[in-house]
């Protein structure tokens, strides 16, 4: 037998509350192929309306990633909380970019 067979396997935990993810509890991470940071529905939830009232792009919660959220990717997120992003990124980019924006629409 080696080590391997006899260590426990490492649990998941989302990387904002630190807690263990449920067999059947989605996984969120963001764009970045390269990140393994993860998070649950309830935190990504709030991550989102933080976002939304700071007029930022929801983004991964690391420091060394800071990759984006993507709305593909939000699956099994309340549709209430999908416009909450949609007005999060939409409110970043008038901010960033509102002049352009504004004369093209």
């Known amino acids: 037998m080696s080590n391997q067979q006899n260590q ?3 649990e998941l935990l989302c990387s904002i509350c630190f ?5 059947t509890e989605s996984k969120y991470t963001c764009a970045n192929p390269k990140c393994n ?5 309830v935190c990504l939830e709030a991550l989102i309306l933080f976002s939304e009232k700071s ?3 929801p ?3 690391s420091n060394d990633c ?8 939000l699956i099994n997120i309340s549709p209430d909380t999908i ?7 939409l409110n970043f980019f008038m901010k960033d ?6 004369k093209r629409i």
């Open 8 to 10: 426990p396997e490492q």
């Open 19 to 23: 807690c263990p993810f449920e067999i």
């Open 37 to 41: 940071i993860m998070t649950c529905a």
């Open 55 to 57: 007029n930022l792009i």
């Open 59 to 61: 983004t991964c919660p």
């Open 66 to 73: 800071n990759g984006i959220y993507i709305v593909s990717n």
């Open 83 to 89: 416009k909450i992003y949609e007005t999060a990124c």
């Open 97 to 102: 970019q509102g002049d352009n924006i504004k």
